[in-house]
């Protein structure tokens, strides 16, 4: 037995994975990919509604921007592998790419089974084997080399790349593994909790309104009057609370906060209009349109079964007429209409939750190479990493971005 049995052993097969094991083989190492599932990228499968959001049409400070402060650590990854590395990676695979209105990549043929077929394409091309159902069990550090223990064998190498995800959607496997091994190197672990993931508020009849999608909400979560994360963007209205985009941008705050129930969700249904507009539209409308039903009025901008629950919330009947609506009801429906606010009461959770926010300090892993800072030949990339982007493609970005700057430092 040689002192190792490969130069790396990357554990996980996900996007990050899966990118690292490509880049380290095609650069001669001798690579192993290691995969408890009995097929990999089942999250890559899985998301998008199936269609697999790629990444986003913006130039690297487009990444880094909307990650926040901690964008600053995914400037090296990006100058290794950008958005325009990411389509044309997979361009030159045969999948064809397409940027949706809201700056989405996608593939033409929205199927993430395209998207999961090329990396594996690419993978084989490159020499690095891949290990299916092979959980790891343990990983340890003897001397000079690192000793991984699955439920096979121990296998011996140089360096390891830990690419096991977080714990959203533990269905398809992600359920933490890498925390711990990380924690034993001596790495700090910052409380993973569900993000873009979708909200649950105390009002039953939110429920009456399922189905109804909207194109521009604006969404900001309030704790005592200051806010503490706010978008707009894409709304879905559920039987079990609030979906969609722009709540799923939010959701991190929620679940990150010790009692969600003291906050509260304030929505913002016209955002591209002022309350001055909105005032001005329903006192002259209720001149001109007296007859016809208030909410007849107002669904020229909203959905029809919204307003008239947005009627009744301020006292009126939902068959009111538009005639007659003095300056206190016009207020209290603007009101309704710009800075409606719903008691909370948190999240779906990790079952539902698209990433995962939290997990190894990003303090202490060098970002020019993804190496631990505590443990030498140690490789982190990807979502076990406290990175989490807003909705959109970024985190995809990120995996691909991180794995491949690990894939080329090992």
Request: net charge positive.
């Amino acid at each position: 037995m040689t002192p190792a049995d490969w130069d790396v052993v990357i554990i996980g097969a996900g996007a990050a994975g899966l990118m690292a094991a490509i880049h380290a083989a095609e650069r001669g190492r001798r690579t192993l990919l290691l995969e408890k599932n009995r097929r990999p990228g089942v999250k890559i499968l899985m998301s998008g509604g199936t269609r697999c959001n790629i990444t986003h049409d913006c130039d690297n400070r487009g990444i880094v921007h909307a990650y926040g402060a901690s964008g600053k650590f995914l400037h090296s990854a990006l100058a290794a592998f950008s958005v325009a590395d990411t389509v044309a990676l997979f361009e030159a695979e045969g999948v064809r790419t397409k940027i949706e209105e809201t700056g989405k990549i996608f593939p033409v043929s929205n199927k993430a089974v395209d998207v999961l077929d090329a990396l594996l394409r690419r993978l084989n091309r490159s020499g690095a084997s891949l290990a299916l159902e092979e959980p790891v069990s343990d990983l340890r550090k003897v001397g000079e080399v690192f000793e991984i223990v699955t439920n096979r064998r121990t296998i011996r190498c140089s360096r390891v790349i830990v690419t096991t995800g977080g714990q959203s959607y533990p269905g398809s496997g992600t359920r933490g593994d890498g925390y711990a091994w990380a924690a034993r190197f001596g790495h700090t672990i910052v409380p993973p909790r569900p993000a873009l993931v979708p909200l649950t508020v105390e009002a039953e009849w939110i429920a009456d309104l399922r189905g109804i999608t909207l194109g521009d909400v604006g969404v900001k979560v309030i704790e005592s009057s200051k806010p503490l994360l706010a978008t707009r963007g894409g709304f879905l209205f559920a039987h079990f609370g609030l979906s969609g985009p722009a709540p799923l941008d939010v959701s991190k705050a929620v679940s990150r906060h010790p009692d969600p129930k003291s906050l509260v969700l304030e929505l913002d249904f016209l955002p591209a209009k002022s309350e001055s507009e909105i005032d001005e539209f329903l006192r002259t409308e209720s001149l001109a349109s007296g007859k016809k039903q208030l909410a007849v009025v107002l669904s020229e901008h909203l959905p029809r079964r919204l307003c008239d629950a947005l009627i009744t919330l301020i006292g009126q009947p939902s068959d009111r007429r538009a005639a007659g609506l003095s300056k206190v009801d016009r207020q209290s429906l603007v009101a309704a209409i710009k800075r409606l606010r719903l008691p909370l009461k948190g999240t779906l959770g990790f079952e539902k939750a698209e990433v995962t926010s939290g997990g190894v300090s990003l303090d202490e892993v060098d970002s020019r190479t993804m190496e631990s800072n505590r443990c030498p030949g140690l490789f982190l990339a990807g979502e076990i990493l406290d990175l989490d982007g807003p909705i959109g493609g970024y985190n995809f970005q990120s995996a691909w971005s991180t794995g491949w700057l690990a894939g080329r430092s090992v």
